[in-house]
């Protein structure tokens, strides 16, 4: 019993003794003592933290912090880490939460919370927070951030975007996030890697402001392969690799601004290798046909650029590079709306330094809180290398296309602008991007566009089809005219010598597709029929020609339509005159005497069957009654007229000629 009151007694005077250091100090922006660390504390929102958090926090030492709210709301507090050493009483460390009305008091804690004791709040608009340090081996401290109870999503400094699911959410960041441990790769216009710590890489990306906070839309989408680094808002960002996914940051009012015209203290002059004189300024360019950055002269002592933008805009947030012989390391801003009266930009009711350089980093982004409306800018660089150079890049929009005017995320009613003055009102707190309306003009022309291509397109079908129809229909008009569907019958315009008869039934060769090119040719006919007509290919000397054919079986002007193929071997055979004479010859017509005058040819006994004449072999469907074989048509070809001889009636028996077989 007597230890335990000890105990007790002892734990009331570290307090007690703690309490009397943190009174005796100077408050310094709502805080004091000896072992504050990290501090950025905000109307709405802010991020407090123990001396070298997250290294182990020093021994005996005490911090107190006085955080107000605007009246009529409350406050809410959250954890990111906390890690004091456990001990007996919390006489190593521990923190207190104690409302200023008495009403709501919270510790002393100490050891490790879990995830649901990471979530405070109070019922008041005031309160007192105050951390202890004794002796201890061991803790990296604590991080600690609040809002007001009108941002319930409030998220803590060490949340990273992997912590995420959703491909598009919003949340609520606090106040002094910027300088919190953690890495971030990336930049806001490639996006950054989802591993990043999500309201350090906001602050970085110009969302939102490290004094202010304010709330963030994120939209997680496909990785890249690389992540660049890069300086922006006094925070850098590292390299990267491939991850699962990226983040980008929807932000409103961050376009490119067209700067009409240029102005400067002095322009610095060089001579290039061709001799001519080269003048260092944005109107001008180089050899390669790029726009050459700004640069004074080496003897200005106090040089400034001057920008006139194409017309009066809410500017948000400036680029600027130089290059690796010369660069401006820090400048100031002024802006006017007329060009006569200039007003400094202010942080804190102070002239606001911007940095522009960096570890080798010549491209760097400083965003503007609040955002200024100006028609002219003025950069007075404080430091440089060499000889101030830059090149400028003003992010922002139009006053004529900026959304109706509301109060900023995370602003007070209270802030004061740039110049000391009250602020104009800024956009409110949404839960999503603010979309801003353009001009339409695009969305018309590109409608426009797509409906001429689908008129073109249907004139185009239209044109096919109507070609087509009209060819059909000529085809159609051309067939019916030439009488392709018909077969008609002509009688052979020759006189008697010199008219052959055809046999009644064909040879089997007739059938054969293709047979092997053979030169025909219809023999010269005597009137007296001293000369046979023949199959067989004649010798050169007779004074035969050959016909002109597509194929082995047409017919051409008006010679015969069959003729009997040669057979394989040997393609031709041998002309009568070539063989040696013999008395007759019996065919299926009659006997044939060899004379010295021709052929003559007597007619056939009426006991010969009709059996013994040459047989051709016709396919069923040509048959006609009369035993002819109707002609086939060119394949492929142009329809075209079929004509069937008549078999001609001769008045004398003894001019019928025939074809011989061959031997």
């Not at 959250?78 to 104690?98: A, K, M, Y």
């Not at 960041?173 to 441990?181: K, L, N, S």
């Not at 004479?581 to 006991?607: I, W």
């Amino acid at each position: 019993m007597f230890a335990q009151s000890q105990y007790i007694k002892d734990a009331v005077k570290f307090v007690l003794g703690s309490l009397w250091i943190c009174i005796s100090l100077r408050t310094v922006n709502g805080q004091e003592g000896n072992g504050c660390g990290h501090t950025v504390l905000g109307t709405e929102s802010g991020t407090l933290a123990s001396q070298h958090y997250p290294g182990t926090y020093p021994v005996d030492t005490c911090c107190r912090w006085r955080i107000r709210a605007p009246q009529g709301h409350t406050l809410r507090f959250l954890f990111g880490d906390f890690d004091v050493e456990q001990s007996p009483g919390c006489r190593n460390g521990s923190l207190t939460i104690t409302a200023v009305d008495g009403t709501h008091s919270i510790g002393p804690l100490c050891g490790k919370l879990g995830g649901t004791e990471k979530n405070v709040s109070v019922t008041s608009n005031e309160v007192t927070i105050v951390f202890n340090s004794g002796p201890h081996r061991s803790g990296r401290g604590f991080l600690l951030s609040y809002s007001t109870d009108q941002h319930p999503d409030l998220i803590s400094c060490v949340k990273r975007g992997s912590h995420f699911a959703s491909p598009r959410f919003s949340v609520y960041c606090p106040a002094g996030c910027g300088d919190v441990t953690g890495d971030i790769h990336g930049h806001s216009r490639q996006g950054y890697r989802d591993t990043s710590v999500l309201c350090k890489a906001a602050v970085h990306a110009g969302v939102v402001s490290d004094s202010l906070g304010g709330r963030v839309s994120v939209s997680r989408e496909r990785s890249l392969t690389l992540y660049d680094s890069s300086f922006a808002n006094g925070i850098l960002s590292k390299m990267g690799s491939l991850s699962e996914k990226k983040l980008l940051f929807s932000q409103v009012c961050n376009s490119d601004l067209t700067v009409s015209d240029f102005n400067a203290s002095s322009f610095w002059e060089t001579v290039d290798g061709l001799g001519q004189r080269v003048i260092w300024s944005p109107r001008n360019m180089d050899s390669a046909g790029r726009f050459l950055p700004w640069a004074a002269d080496s003897n200005d002592p106090e040089p400034w650029l001057e920008l006139e933008l194409a017309e009066r805009s809410t500017v948000r947030g400036i680029i600027t590079g130089g290059t690796p012989d010369s660069y401006i390391e820090s400048y100031t801003l002024l802006f006017s709306k007329d060009r006569k009266t200039w007003k400094v930009f202010l942080q804190s009711r102070e002239k606001k330094v911007f940095e522009a350089h960096t570890d080798g980093h010549l491209s760097v982004l400083n965003s503007l809180f609040p955002p200024v409306v100006a028609r002219y800018l003025r950069l007075q660089p404080s430091g440089w290398h060499r000889r101030a150079s830059t090149h400028v890049q003003v992010l922002g929009c139009p006053v004529s296309r900026q959304s109706p005017k509301h109060r900023s995320a995370g602003a007070s009613p209270t802030l004061k602008g740039a110049v000391g003055t009250t602020s104009p009102p800024q956009p409110a707190p949404t839960d999503g991007p603010v979309i801003v309306k353009g001009s339409s003009q695009p969305v018309i022309v590109a409608v426009g566009v797509v409906l001429g291509l689908i008129l073109c397109v249907s004139c185009l079908l239209a044109g096919v089809w109507w070609k087509r129809r009209r060819k059909a229909a000529h085809m159609k008009k051309y067939s019916l005219a030439k009488g392709c569907p018909s077969f008609q019958g002509k009688s052979l315009p020759s006189p008697e010598s010199e008219l052959i008869s055809y046999p009644l039934e064909r040879n089997v060769h007739d059938a054969l597709p293709n047979p092997p090119l053979n030169d025909y040719a219809e023999p010269d006919l005597t009137a007296g029929g001293q000369m046979l007509g023949s199959t067989f290919r004649p010798s050169i000397e007779e004074g035969y020609t050959t016909p002109f054919t597509f194929n082995h079986y047409d017919t051409p002007g008006k010679l015969p339509e069959y003729t009997e193929p040669l057979p394989p071997e040997p393609e031709y055979a041998t002309p009568f005159g070539d063989q040696p004479p013999e008395p007759n010859l019996a065919t299926s017509q009659g006997v044939v005497h060899n004379t010295p005058h021709g052929f003559h040819v007597r007619a056939p006994s009426s006991g010969l069957s009709r059996a013994s004449q040459a047989v051709y072999d016709c396919p069923s469907h040509r048959q006609l009654p009369n035993g002819y074989c109707t002609p086939s048509l060119h394949a492929g070809g142009p329809c075209q007229d079929s004509e069937l001889y008549a078999e001609p009636q001769l008045s004398d028996p003894s001019l019928q000629h025939t074809y011989e077989e061959p031997f």
